[in-house]
C-alpha cells in the first residue's frame, strides 16, 4: 500500500474509485469520452429508449407550502380529498371519467410486448383509469384489458383502421411527443416479429420508420378540418386529444384548442421513448415544469382552463410530481417511463440479464434492441414470457394507487378537498430558474423573476 | 333498383352530421336504403366518411376534405372534383371521382379501389397500406412516399420524388416522371406485371390505354435497415 493509499483510506476513498489526483474534465467527463468513442466506432448516432437523463429544472424545484394560520389543513384518511377527472366533456357525447388523475401514456404494442401492454391494461383498469395506444394499432389484448382505452392516431398511421377508431374511448391526434418534437419514430428490424410486421403492412425484419408528419394534414387549419373528420366518423362520441411535445406550448396549446381539442396533451422533454436519437432526447424541447406554466396560461387567454383539459406528462415520477403539476394547472398528469418501471424494467432481479447486454439495473436504456431481460421492451416470445401481465398489472395498479394517496396528502396538508383545487399560490420555487419557468415566488420571498420582474 | 327509389340529401339544407349518421346507421340495418344521391356539397368537408355498409352513394358537385375517409365497403362516385385526403386510410370498397383530386388522396389506405378520372395533387397514395390507386391523368410530387403495400396506376405524369423511401408497393407510370426519391427505381415489367396494369385497368373502366405502354417503380430495398454508407440518402 503506498503512503498515498494509506492517506486516502484515512479520508474516506475506498478502492475502485479513481485517484484523486486524476482530475476528470468536467468539459469531458467520461460519458462524453466514451460517447467519442462509441462514435468513432461505431459511425452511426446513438439510438436508445428511456428519456432525457440531463439535469433540469423539475417539479422538484418546487415546494408546497401547506396550511397555517390562514389556510387550515383536512384531516387525512378522514376528509373527503376527491381525484376523479373528467376528460373531454367540451364537445363529446361520451368523455372519460377517471377515478384518478393519472393515466398511462401511448406505448406501442411493438415497443412493448404484448403482455406489458395487457399489464398496463390490468394495472389501470384496477384503479379506474386509462391506457393510450401507441404507434403500431389496438391490439385485442390491450382492448380487452383495458376498460378505458385512448387510441392514438399517428403520422405512421400503422394500424389505424376506422373499426378500433369506433372501439375506442378516445383518439388521440399526436402531433409530437416530448423527447422529440420535431421527430418521427423508428423501430428497428430485430422487434419487427411477424405479427408487429402484419400490424403495420410491412415486411418481417426491416427498420420501420415512422413518419415525423401527418400524411393528410399540414398546420393547425388543416387540422380542425382533420378532427371534423373523425368526430363525424365517430358521431362526436370520442373525446378528442391532441398531444404535442414541449416546443412552443403556449402557442401549440391555443392553436390546438382553437382547431377543436376536447383535451390538450403536454410532454414536457423527459417524455420516455422507445427509441430515438439521444441527441434528439437531449437537445430539442423545452421542460415540463416549463411548458405546464405556459400551456396553462394559453388556456386562461382563451377562458378554455377546465372546458379544455390539460394532461401533462414528460418525468411524472412521485405524487409530489403529480400534485405539484395540478397545481399549476394541469387536470391530470400521464406517465410513461415510470409506469415500465412500475411493470419491473430495470428491477434488481434482472441484474445479470442487464450485465450481459453491457447495461445495470438501473440503466438500462436499450428499449429500441429488443433483448429486454424483464421481458416488457421486446418482441422476442421467449423473453416476452418471462413477463407476468397479473403481477406486472398489480405493481402498475400499487404505483397508482401511491401516486394518488400521495397526491392526495399534499392536496389535505394545503386545505384541498379536491386535487383540483392545488393552486400555484400554495407553491414556491427553491431555485431562481424554476420560479421564472413555473411563476411561482422564490422561497421566503415575493419574487417571482421575469419581464418586468426586475 | 330504379333511381327514383334511390334516397336523396340536399346539403343546403340537411346538416352534413345528420347526413352522415344517417348513412353509419345503415351499418347494422339491412333494410334501410342502399343508394343515396347527395346534391349541393359545395365543397363541405368529411362528405359520407366512415361508412360501414354495401351502400352506393353518388355526390353531385365538388367535395372538401376527407371525402369517403376511413370508407368500408361501400361504393362513393363524386361527380366533380375532391378536396385533399379523399379515401383517406380505405380499408375496402371503391371510392371514384370524375374530376381531380387534391393532395394526399388515398393517403395510408389499407384496400379497396380509389379512380381518379382528372389528375391528382402531391403526395397521392401517401404511406398507402395495401389500397390499389388508378389515376387516368396526372399524379403531383410526392406520390407514393413511403409507400407500404397496395397499386399506384397512373396513366400520365408523375412529379419529382416519386416512390420516396418507399417500401413493397408497386407504381406503374404511362408517362413521364419528373423525378424518383430516394430508394425508388425502375424496374422490369414481367408478364405478371403486365397482367396487374390490365387488372387495374379494367377496374377502374380506363379507356385507350394499354398495360404494355406503362413502366415500373418500386423500392429497391436499400434504406430498408439503417447502413452508414447510405447517411448521404438521408
Known amino acids: 500500500m503506498t503512503a498515498w493509499m494509506e492517506a486516502a483510506l484515512a479520508a474516506g476513498w475506498r478502492p475502485g474509485e479513481p485517484d484523486p489526483a486524476l482530475r476528470e474534465s468536467y468539459l469531458y467527463d467520461r460519458t462524453v469520452i466514451a460517447e467519442i468513442q462509441r462514435a468513432a466506432r461505431e459511425g452511426i448516432y446513438d439510438i436508445r429508449g428511456f428519456g432525457a437523463k440531463r439535469k433540469l429544472p423539475h417539479f422538484d424545484d418546487l415546494l408546497f407550502l401547506g396550511a397555517s394560520m390562514s389556510r387550515y389543513p383536512l384531516e387525512g384518511y378522514r376528509e373527503r380529498c376527491d381525484t376523479t377527472v373528467t376528460l373531454g366533456a367540451r364537445f363529446a357525447k361520451r368523455p372519460l371519467e377517471l377515478k384518478i388523475p393519472v393515466t398511462i401514456a401511448g406505448m406501442s404494442f411493438g415497443a412493448l410486448s404484448g403482455p406489458a401492454k395487457e399489464a398496463l391494461g390490468r394495472g389501470a383498469s384496477e384503479v379506474g383509469t386509462c391506457t393510450t395506444t401507441g404507434d403500431g394499432g389496438m391490439t385485442p389484448e390491450e382492448r380487452g384489458h383495458s376498460t378505458q382505452l385512448v387510441y392514438q392516431l399517428l403520422p405512421s398511421r400503422y394500424g389505424m383502421n376506422p373499426d378500433d377508431l369506433r372501439k375506442a374511448d378516445a383518439i388521440e391526434v399526436v402531433v409530437g411527443q416530448g423527447a422529440k ?121 382563451l377562458d378554455m382552463h377546465r372546458t379544455v383539459q390539460l394532461v401533462v406528462s414528460g418525468g411524472i415520477r412521485t405524487g409530489a410530481d403529480v400534485a405539484k403539476a ?29 450485465r450481459k447486454l453491457g447495461s445495470a439495473a438501473g440503466f438500462y436504456d436499450d428499449w429500441q434492441a429488443g433483448r429486454d431481460p424483464a421481458g416488457i421492451s421486446t418482441q422476442e416470445p421467449e423473453l ?55 411563476r411561482v415566488p422564490l422561497a421566503g420571498t415575493d419574487w417571482i423573476p421575469g419581464p418586468g420582474a426586475f | ?21 344517417r348513412l353509419h346507421d345503415l351499418a347494422g340495418d339491412a333494410h334501410g336504403p342502399r343508394r343515396w344521391r347527395i346534391t349541393n356539397p359545395n365543397g363541405t368537408h368529411a362528405v359520407a366518411c366512415g361508412l360501414d355498409a354495401e351502400l352506393e352513394v353518388e355526390i353531385d358537385g365538388h367535395v372538401g376534405y376527407y371525402c369517403a375517409g376511413m370508407n368500408k365497403t361501400a361504393i362513393v362516385r363524386v361527380h366533380g372534383n375532391a378536396g385533399p385526403g379523399v379515401a383517406e386510410n380505405m380499408m375496402s370498397g371503391r371510392v371514384e371521382i370524375d374530376g381531380d383530386a387534391s393532395q394526399y388522396a388515398g393517403a395510408t389506405a389499407h384496400g379497396g379501389l380509389l379512380v381518379v378520372h382528372g389528375n391528382t395533387s402531391s403526395r397521392c397514395g401517401i404511406s398507402m397500406k395495401g389500397v390499389d390507386i388508378c389515376v387516368r391523368g396526372d399524379i403531383g410530387h410526392l406520390s407514393a412516399f413511403m ?75 436499400q434504406l430498408y435497415t439503417f447502413k452508414i454508407d447510405n447517411a448521404g440518402a438521408y
Not at chain 2, 373502366?205 to 415500373?216: L, M
Request: net charge negative; with cysteine.
Open chain 1, 326 to 354: 395540478l397545481a399549476l394547472g394541469a387536470d391530470a398528469v400521464s406517465i410513461g417511463v415510470a409506469a415500465m418501471i412500475a411493470l419491473g424494467d430495470n428491477a434488481p432481479e434482472h441484474e445479470q440479464g442487464y
Open chain 1, 181 to 301: 418534437p420535431g421527430g418521427g419514430g423508428m423501430l428497428l428490424g430485430h422487434k419487427i416479429s411477424d405479427r408487429v410486421a402484419k400490424m403495420r403492412d410491412l415486411p418481417k425484419g426491416i427498420d420501420q420508420r415512422s413518419a415525423c408528419r401527418h400524411p393528410d394534414w399540414t398546420g393547425p387549419d388543416d387540422l380542425e378540418i382533420k378532427i371534423g373528420e373523425l368526430r363525424e366518423i365517430t358521431d362526436w362520441q370520442k373525446p378528442i386529444f391532441v398531444k404535442v411535445g414541449a416546443a412552443r406550448p403556449y402557442y401549440d396549446v391555443q392553436l390546438a384548442v382553437k382547431a377543436g381539442a376536447d383535451v390538450v396533451v403536454v410532454d414536457g422533454m423527459q417524455g420516455g421513448t422507445a427509441a430515438t436519437q439521444d441527441v434528439f432526447i437531449e437537445h430539442v424541447g423545452i421542460p415540463t415544469l416549463a411548458a405546464v406554466r405556459q400551456a396553462v396560461d394559453a388556456l386562461q387567454e
Open chain 1, 384 to 438: 416476452a414470457a418471462l413477463f407476468d401481465p397479473i403481477a406486472g398489472g398489480h405493481r402498475l395498479a400499487n404505483y397508482l394507487r401511491v401516486l394518488t394517496l400521495e397526491c392526495q396528502t399534499l392536496a389535505r396538508a394545503n386545505g384541498k378537498s379536491h386535487v383540483h383545487n392545488l393552486d400555484a399560490d400554495d407553491l414556491v420555487a427553491l431555485t431562481i430558474e424554476a420560479a421564472a419557468m413555473a
Open chain 2, 147 to 221: 409507400a407500404q403495400t397496395g397499386r399506384l396506376l397512373v396513366c400520365g405524369d408523375a412529379g419529382e420524388a416519386l416512390g420516396d423511401s418507399m417500401y413493397e408497393a408497386r407504381i406503374y407510370v404511362r408517362g413521364e416522371v419528373a423525378g424518383l426519391g430516394a430508394d425508388c427505381i425502375e424496374k422490369e415489367m414481367r408478364p405478371k406485371h403486365l397482367a396487374d396494369v390490365a387488372e387495374l385497368i379494367e377496374q377502374a373502366g380506363f379507356d385507350g390505354v394499354r398495360p404494355e405502354e406503362f413502366r415500373r417503380y418500386g423500392s429497391a430495398r
Open chain 2, 1 to 21: 333498383m330504379s333511381v327514383a327509389e334511390r334516397e336523396t340529401v340536399d346539403l343546403a339544407t340537411t346538416p352534413l352530421r345528420e347526413l352522415n349518421q
